[in-house]
């Protein structure tokens, strides 16, 4: 299948370090065509109808809201996402030549799901806080043409070098206010794709539609990061042994001679309680 729409190689590394370094957020429009992206929602679909049915399964991330990481060779399209130009040209400039992929999974906001606290998704590591770099980038690919009602994904740019004291992923109140004023909502339609630091401070919004907003999520760390411990990224040898040495050479996890199920490991305990639209969240 045709899939990506987008096949330069001479992307601008002064750009894409500046908005990884400066707005903690970028992004590509049109990277995929709409037929690709509707045979990955295909896919999560049907991979979260049958997370929803195992114990574990599928992870809360507040009402109404769920995570679930999947082992890759169940998704079509897996080999043309981790090998596009452009998330090779992003990992290569922000994470250098040996970076890894180290997650695969969705995030699906359900009707009825509610504003998240603002948060990163995990402490700030010592080479951002006192290094000041950034050692691991997360993608995202939209599976439907995101609307206003549908709880858009907003980030405050920026924010990935803040620090504060107490929860480290989660900033205290007087803060959130500051967090208000910059926030951008993020409306990706379907085929593009978006890289950002996940130490940038975040939420995702009520969705108030009556459509689920499923975004496929691929995480990827730099030598010497530890994202991977919470995460459990396996590969049949046979899939493995298919895959192209492009793609192999920066595939973390394991190879396994059959898939394991996945213990859903990177709880968030803060998000599991939402937070309605008050005026916390000056401007929700």
């Known amino acids: 299948m045709e899939q990506a729409l987008t096949i330069r ?10 908005g990884i370094y400066g707005d903690g957020f970028i992004a590509l429009k049109g990277a995929f065509s709409r037929a690709w992206v509707q045979q990955l ?10 997370a929803l049915k195992v114990e574990g399964g599928a992870l809360p991330r507040g009402p ?5 990481e999947i082992h890759p060779e169940r998704i079509r399209g897996w080999v043309d996402l981790i090998t596009h130009p452009w998330v ?7 994470l250098g030549p040996d970076y890894k992929f180290i997650e695969a999974g969705f995030d699906v906001p359900l009707p009825g799901a509610m504003h998240q606290p603002w948060h990163r998704d995990f402490f700030s590591p010592p080479e951002t806080v006192t290094g000041r770099h950034l050692n691991s980038l997360a993608f995202n690919i939209t599976t ?3 609307t206003d009602e549908m709880g ?14 107490g929860d480290p992923m ?8 500051r967090y208000a004023s910059r926030a951008q909502k993020k409306k990706a339609q379907m085929g593009d794709i978006s890289a950002r630091s996940a130490l940038t401070v975040h939420r995702g919004t009520a969705n108030r539609s009556q459509f689920a907003r499923p975004v496929f999520v691929l995480g990827a760390d730099a030598p010497g990061a530890t994202n991977a411990i919470k995460h459990d990224m396996q590969f049949t040898r046979a899939y493995w042994e298919s895959l192209p040495e492009q793609a192999r050479k920066h595939l973390g996890g394991r190879v396994v001679e059959s898939l394991d199920p996945i213990y859903q490991a990177h709880t968030i305990e803060g998000l599991l309680m939402g937070q309605p639209a008050d005026d916390l969240y000056p401007g929700a």
């Not at 190689?9 to 370090?17: F, H, K, S, V």
């Not at 090779?88 to 922000?94: G, I, M, R, S």
């Not at 989660?170 to 206010?177: D, G, M, Q, V, Y």
Request: proline share 7%.
């Open 41 to 50: 929602r295909e896919d999560v679909d049907r991979l979260f109808e049958a």
């Open 88 to 94: 090779t040209a992003v990992c290569e400039a922000v």
């Open 144 to 146: 439907i043409d995101i």
């Open 152 to 165: 858009p994904f907003e980030i405050a740019p920026g924010t990935q070098w803040d620090t504060w004291d």
């Open 9 to 18: 190689t001479d992307y601008d590394i002064g750009q894409i370090m500046g």
């Open 64 to 68: 109404q809201r769920y995570y679930v």
């Open 170 to 177: 989660f900033p205290p109140k007087e803060l959130h206010e």
